[in-house]
């Protein structure tokens, strides 16, 4: 939820996973759960770093809320393909950020 990523700055690692993790649990698939549980807690603090750009948090909640309804409406396929390009996305701003750190 928006709200609550906007009013818990530090909370917001936790809050990804808990929405990531919510698309997954359902499939009944324990030990992919557990894994992809782990690489978020691993994750998490680039969560806060990649969100720091002006317009990161906008494009994240709007990303977020077309997964959600993907999901939803059962567009499996569709939403996967998002997760994929929505995670291919912040890797590459997140590499072009910290290239940009080392050069300041």
Do not use: C
Not at 52 to 61: N, S, T
Not at 62 to 74: A, I, K, P
């Amino acid at each position: 939820d928006r709200a609550a990523a906007e009013d818990n700055k530090s909370e917001v690692g936790k809050l990804n996973r808990a929405f990531h993790l919510s698309l997954v649990r359902p499939l009944g698939r324990q030990v992919t759960l557990q894994i992809i549980e782990r690489l978020n807690i691993i994750a998490e603090r680039y969560v806060s770093k990649h969100l720091e750009p002006a317009g990161r948090d906008d494009r994240a909640h709007q990303e977020h809320s077309t997964l959600l309804d993907l999901w939803m409406r059962g567009k499996g396929e569709e939403a996967s393909e998002l997760m994929h390009a929505h995670i291919a996305e912040t890797l590459y701003d997140l590499r072009k950020e910290f290239e940009n750190d080392k050069r300041a």
